[in-house]
């Protein structure tokens, strides 16, 4: 047996980079397509998730789309079900709606209208998330995909399961939908993620996460907590808080695949505590956390001691004034309120 | 319209007259097939079209790739899925090139270099940039034929795609089968150009109109631009002015289009123009034998069983 190689610390934006670079050096079929991808001079993505991947790799694996999103997916549709594995970029996942079709009617169902004949391995990352960019720059639409049979959904959080997760997604014979939080990428640093210190241990070594299982971020009695991205952090803190200030458990869980749910690690949380909330920034209304809320009713309901609370963005398009974003998405203060309301 | 092109030999002209002549009896059957209600859904036919699909698809490999519309069964059959899988997949039975989850709209195979038909008008022109970029990024010589309609012409996607695989030089032919009408709309009422062929110079690729009732002339056109595409110089854009024979769906009964306009067109049907130029024996032979495949196919589609109610939930993820 070799000694492992010692950990580093990385933040998502690296650690992204790493899987993607591993997953290139392995397959011939992996290649990138976007825009602002491998420009020289350019930034890398709108996120610099790319930075030296040209360098590498050369221009022919990263093809420079034009401002054509319905491209994007669409070639990433054609070529995947070719065989090849496109990882491609939405630099926002706004943009995402510019090609619902390509994504929703074509890479989703391709498999299926085929009898099976085709598949069609490819990633679409896009980044969500409330930045005072506004409405159109600001979602969190990851639950429009969690409703279309066909597409995985990932949403990561950290970077050790961001790389592992990524290098999964691309190995994955269906297409899968990547998102990830512009705030925890760590390229800004901790000011702007609200001091959240944004790296993670990642071993030296090759590793996967599977897609479909989720991970228990902190152990607890008393309430289960499932969140995902930035309010997974704010669900953290408020925990940390509530312990300190009320002697309230919580036991926190990042489903990390939203599409296969991992039921078996939230219900196993759920039947010990007896309380379940759910807290994502995409807004309330048909969001994921009503799916997690109506299959935990359905499958679990007994074993409830208090009713099911969804925690969301407001139904309301995404404003940009910080003093107004931050009335609209989840804050610590209202996941504490709402989980003392559970326990009183 | 261009003059009839020179003749090929007499193989070829066999070949294309029987293959066209296959995907008109195969509609024929179908449509009537439909009304006797043994076939479900609704169909898009493609009688008047034939001598698009022949044309194009005999200037390919069977390496070679195409994408297809709501309106496939004449690609489907020309690209070399057989009348037997295409009629099985009408019949929603499970021996059907889709196993019955397809449908009419969907027909496709990829072991015959066909992706299941994308019924989204505009789908294809988008999802063929990716099977040029495929073909390009393996260093393969392999070519993507788009077919689509010239009301796709008007979908964001046309843009997108043929920009895309303009300045990529991707190995692609965008086909576009102008039969003048998007369903009930006439093309004059939604362009203010008359030929699709002329927006190939705003991506500054070949644009070039082709008598889509001419199976010879799609053929030449279509040798040239695969010979272009296949050399890396890049795609092309044929429009092939067409007429379909019959409505929009099999709802539709064509009171949009005038009685002498259907007429002028059905004079100018590609088949009886190509049997005019066939030895009558050979002609002969042909039709006996394409009513025995059509008859065949029939009765192995009702042969086969329903497509399984057990299957209806599996293929969703791989």
């Known amino acids: 047996m070799s000694t492992p190689e010692p950990s580093r610390r990385l933040t998502i934006g690296e650690a992204l980079r790493e899987a993607i670079a591993e997953e290139m050096r392995r397959d011939d079929d992996v290649f990138l397509i976007g825009e602002d991808i491998g420009i020289e001079g350019g930034f890398g993505g709108a996120f610099g998730v790319y930075l030296g991947l040209p360098e590498e790799f050369g221009h022919d694996r990263i093809v420079d789309t034009p401002i054509s999103e319905k491209v994007i997916a669409g070639a990433a549709v054609g070529a995947a079900a070719l065989g090849m594995r496109p990882i491609a970029d939405m630099q926002y996942s706004d943009f995402l709606f510019e090609c619902m079709d390509e994504l929703v009617n074509q890479a989703a169902k391709l498999r299926y209208m085929s009898g099976g004949k085709v598949s069609v391995p490819l990633v679409m990352r896009a980044p969500v998330g409330a930045t005072n960019r506004g409405a159109q720059h600001g979602q969190s639409p990851e639950s429009y995909f969690v409703h279309v049979p066909g597409l995985k959904v990932v949403c990561v959080s950290d970077a050790y399961h961001a790389k592992g997760l990524l290098k999964s997604a691309v190995r994955d014979d269906n297409p899968v939908l990547f998102f990830e939080h512009k705030l925890l990428y760590g390229s800004k640093g901790r000011e702007q993620a609200g001091g959240l210190d944004l790296t993670a241990e990642v071993p030296q070594e090759e590793y996967l996460v599977p897609i479909g299982k989720a991970v228990v971020k902190r152990p607890g009695r008393d309430v289960t907590v499932v969140a995902t991205h930035l309010a997974l952090y704010r669900v953290l803190a408020a925990a940390a808080e509530l312990a300190a200030e009320d002697g309230i458990e919580c036991e926190v869980i990042d489903p990390l695949t939203l599409l296969p749910l991992d039921t078996e690690t939230i219900w196993a949380s759920l039947r010990r505590t007896g309380r379940l909330v759910i807290v994502h920034e995409d807004t309330l209304t048909g969001g994921w956390g009503a799916e997690v809320a109506a299959r935990a009713a359905e499958e679990c309901l007994f074993d409830l001691e208090a009713p099911i609370r969804r925690i969301a963005s407001y139904d309301v398009p995404m404003p940009s004034a910080p003093s107004l974003e931050d009335a609209i998405v989840p804050s610590v203060e209202r996941i504490k309120t709402v989980i003392r309301e559970l326990r009183d | ?318």
């Open chain 2, 1 to 318: 319209m261009a003059a009839v092109a020179e003749q090929p030999d007499e193989g070829t002209l066999a070949r294309l007259y029987r293959q066209m002549l296959l995907i008109r009896r195969f509609e024929e059957t179908v449509y009537y097939l439909f009304l006797e209600g043994e076939i479900p859904g609704t169909l898009h036919q493609y009688q008047g079209q034939e001598a698009v699909a022949v044309g194009i698809c005999d200037a390919l490999r069977p390496t070679d790739w195409i994408t297809s519309t709501h309106r496939p069964h004449g690609h489907a059959l020309a690209k070399g899925v057989t009348p037997r899988a295409a009629m099985a997949e009408l019949y929603g039975k499970s021996t059907g090139c889709c196993a019955g989850k397809g449908g009419s709209m969907h027909l496709g195979d990829p072991a015959v270099g066909m992706l299941p038909a994308l019924a989204i008008v505009g789908a294809g022109n988008t999802v063929v940039t990716g099977l040029g970029l495929a073909f390009a990024l393996r260093r393969s010589d392999q070519v993507a034929v788009c077919f689509f309609g010239e009301g796709a012409s008007n979908e964001g996607a046309f843009h997108e795609g043929m920009n895309f695989a303009a300045v990529r030089r991707l190995p692609i032919v965008f086909v576009c089968e102008n039969n003048l009408y998007g369903a009930s709309t006439s093309f004059d009422t939604v362009s203010a150009l008359v030929d699709v062929a002329d927006r190939a110079a705003a991506y500054g690729i070949p644009g070039r109109v082709v008598d889509g009732m001419d199976v010879l002339a799609v053929r030449e056109a279509g040798v040239e631009a695969v010979a272009s595409a296949r050399a890396g110089d890049g795609p092309t854009l044929l429009e092939c002015k067409t007429y379909r024979f019959v409505g929009h769906s099999r709802s539709d009964a064509r009171g949009y289009r005038a009685d002498d306009e259907e007429a002028s067109w059905k004079e100018r049907d590609p088949i009886p123009r190509l049997r005019a130029v066939l030895a009558e024996p050979a002609a002969a032979a042909i039709e006996r034998e394409v009513e025995a495949v059509i008859e065949d196919a029939v009765e192995f589609a009702r042969a086969s069983p329903d497509a399984d109610p057990q299957e209806a939930r599996t293929d969703v993820y791989a």
